[in-house]
């Protein structure tokens, strides 16, 4: 459901209780660091990176998109691509959605069908881990020595392969 606030359109409640599920996730996994966009301006709604190894977190939340809707793989897909850029640079990854409990094997077989796709026929087993009533979060994690994901499928980005944040990526290094 999309609540319409002052003639503008914004998310649900329920969408931004899921994308506060996956922030805390986030950060009980130390992805403390907060991004801005990927490469290609795209926002998922928690983009962090965990500096002391590298690792980004991708995370999007479900309230009203289904797993079957193209539009959705799209963005996935995209999401996806510039993860396999971060991989293919020796980094980890975390890819997570919140979804509906109710089709949450349903969004496992997105997720898989998104990695394999920017994998070159990689198979991702993927988790299903049943929070609370109504919400489920699917998820896989990468390391930079798994056979994840390939640039090569994922598609080039426009402009820079690294991802834009407000501080400065030299803080990345320390």
């Known amino acids: 459901m999309t609540i319409i606030l002052g003639g503008r359109r914004g998310p649900s409640r329920l969408h931004e209780h899921r994308a506060a599920t996956l922030g805390t996730m986030a950060t009980l996994t130390s992805h403390v660091l907060a991004l801005d966009a990927l490469p290609d301006g795209s926002v998922p709604d928690v983009l962090r990176l965990r500096p002391s190894i590298g690792s980004l977190f991708v995370g999007d939340a479900k309230a009203t998109e289904s797993p079957q809707n193209a539009a959705t793989f799209d963005r996935l897909s995209r999401y996806g691509g510039h993860l396999a850029i971060w991989l293919q640079s020796g980094r980890s990854g975390v890819f997570a959605l919140a979804v509906p409990d109710t089709n949450a094997y349903a969004w496992l077989r997105t997720l898989r069908n ?29 390391s930079s020595t798994s056979p994840a994901f390939s640039s090569e499928s994922a598609g080039r980005s426009r402009g820079s392969s690294r991802l834009r944040r407000t501080a400065s990526w030299r803080e990345e290094r320390r």
């Open 114 to 142: 998104v990695c394999q796709r920017a994998s070159l026929g990689t198979w991702v087993r993927g988790h299903v881990d049943v929070l609370e009533t109504g919400t489920a979060i699917v998820w896989e994690s990468f």
